[in-house]
């Protein structure tokens, strides 16, 4: 069974930095590429961030230089690194993979005030 967790979320003031981890289970994590979303109080879901097997990324102009994904693969675990935190920044935070069909984790609350 497909699992995602997401964890590293917390209160963080504006400039400061966050790392968020998604743990996978249930599939082959290697062969499969992966995803950051996220959503902001009263705002739909976004796409962040994505890495592809071979360690290719893309990123959402609005956190493009600021944040950074990864994975590794030894421990069937994605990251995000997110510097220079903005207030709008503040959203729950997902992580997603297709494997035969999209799967997300629970989500992890990221929330960026002084």
């Known amino acids: 069974q497909v699992q995602l967790v997401e964890s590293g979320g917390t209160l963080v003031q504006p400039g400061g930095s966050l790392r968020l981890s998604c743990a996978a289970s249930?599939?082959?994590?290697?062969?499969?590429?992966m995803n950051w979303y996220r959503q902001a109080p009263g705002k739909g879901r976004e796409w962040v961030a994505s890495i592809t097997t071979g360690l290719n990324t893309n990123y959402a102009d609005s956190v493009k230089g600021r944040f950074v994904i990864s994975r590794d693969n030894g421990k069937n675990t994605m990251y995000l690194q997110m510097n220079s935190l903005k207030p709008e920044d503040t959203a729950m935070y997902y992580c997603?993979?297709?494997?035969?069909?999209?799967?997300w984790g629970g989500g992890t609350l990221v929330t960026v005030s002084s």
């Open positions: 997603k993979a297709f494997v035969g069909r999209d799967y």
């Open positions: 249930g599939f082959t994590f290697s062969i499969y590429p």
